[in-house]
T-cell receptor, first 110, second 115 residues
Framework: QKEVEQNSGPLSVPEGAIASLNCTYS??????FFWYRQYSGKSPELIMS????GDKEDGRFTAQLNKASQYVSLLIRDSQPSDSATYLC??????????FGKGTSLLVTP | DARVTQTPRHKVTEMGQEVTMRCQPI?????VFWYRQTMMQGLELLAY????????DSGMPKDRFSAEMPDATLATLKIQPSEPRDSAVYFC?????????????FGEGSRLTVL
């Protein structure tokens, strides 16, 4: 079973702080890594993708990848209450379907 | 604006009944996925189509579930007979031609309750 593991949370951070979400995966053949955001009662929405080791920044979001450690993370700077959601880590091999973690619930408190 | 359309949005049925869920992928997308989401298991892949051909249905219970793409604008997921453990939200997602199979656009989901 190829696993994607995330801490279920909830992770609670104050408004304006940095939220750090982590994910580990077991399939060393994985080459693409994604973060999806899912608001309660809504569908998942792609917010970040990363394909090579290092950092990738997009606005307040930074994805980090370390293939040697099989570790992916998402940093959210200047967290806002509107960032409160479940964040799903997902990985895949080329041409294969995504394998999702169960998600980390983030709560940003005003 | 382009979006994945799923019907029905909500379905309540009794055990043993047939359930059919439909999905219209985004025009021009050539990959279609069915995922099931529950609190316990999270998002589980049920079926994956590329250019209407099934590529992966290893996560789908074959005795009661079936998935098809009769044409490029319609994907269906059928459960017959349904059981209470099938209660979940079923998501359809599509991906663009030439894109990474991880860059998906999800429909709003079909929430199924089997009594």
């Amino acid at each position: 079973q190829k696993e994607v593991e995330q801490n279920s949370g909830p992770l609670s951070v104050p408004e304006g702080a940095i939220a750090s979400l982590n994910c580990t995966y077991s399939d060393r053949g994985s080459q693409s890594f994604f973060w999806y955001r899912q608001y309660s009662g809504k569908s998942p929405e792609l917010i970040m993708s990363i394909y090579s080791n290092g950092d990738k920044e997009d606005g307040r979001f930074t994805a980090q990848l370390n293939k040697a450690s099989q570790y992916v993370s998402l940093l959210i700077r200047d967290s806002q209450p509107s960032d409160s959601a479940t964040y799903l880590c997902a990985v895949n091999r080329p041409g294969y379907a995504l394998n999702f973690g169960k998600g980390t619930s983030l709560l940003v408190t005003p | 604006d382009a979006r994945v359309t799923q019907t029905p949005r909500h379905k309540v049925t009794e055990m043993g009944q047939e359930v059919t869920m439909r999905c219209q992928p985004i025009l021009g997308h050539n990959t279609v996925f069915w995922y099931r989401q529950t609190m316990m298991q999270g998002l589980e892949l049920l079926a994956y189509f590329r250019n209407r051909a099934p590529l992966d249905d290893s996560g789908m219970p074959k005795d009661r579930f079936s998935a098809e793409m009769p044409d490029a604008t319609l994907a269906t997921l059928k459960i017959q007979p349904s059981e209470p453990r099938d209660s979940a939200v079923y998501f359809c997602a599509s991906g663009p031609r030439g894109g990474n199979t991880g860059e998906l656009f999800f429909g709003e989901g079909s929430r199924l309750t089997v009594l």
